[in-house]
């Protein structure tokens, strides 16, 4: 599996459609993996998962569903939130990521749409 992570806008889709030549109906939004979702290769927005569940528990579900690519956005790299439930979200998320780094065959972080491989290679 490919994990595609970096900021919100930071051309995680394009890259998974151009590179990686996926195209935009095999990708689905993480949230919807619980469903109906035959031929999806990508799922993108991981972070979302962890909105009402445990890192672990998200993880075996990306696992379980087979996935090519996930794509995740870094959450943490900004303005803390003063709300608790949002800075637990954020803190889940980044656990999450960290847990699919370390499953992951190759990782690739995108800055401005430029990819840089951090594991593994393309």
Excluded: H, N, Y
């Amino acid at each position: 599996m490919i994990l595609l992570v970096g900021g919100f806008g930071a051309g995680k889709r394009a890259f998974a459609e151009r590179c990686l030549g996926v195209g935009p109906a095999c990708i689905a939004d993480a949230r919807d993996l619980e469903g109906p979702c035959a031929g999806v290769r990508v799922a993108v927005r991981a972070q979302e998962l962890v909105r009402d569940r445990a890192p672990e528990e998200a993880l075996r579900l990306l696992f379980d569903s087979r996935l090519d690519v996930v794509a995740i956005d870094e959450v943490g790299c900004g303005v803390v939130p003063v709300d608790d439930a949002e800075r637990a979200w954020r803190e889940r998320a980044g656990r999450l990521a960290c847990l699919l780094a370390g499953r992951a065959d190759t990782v690739v972080r995108l800055v401005c749409g430029l990819p840089q491989v951090i594991k593994g290679e393309l």
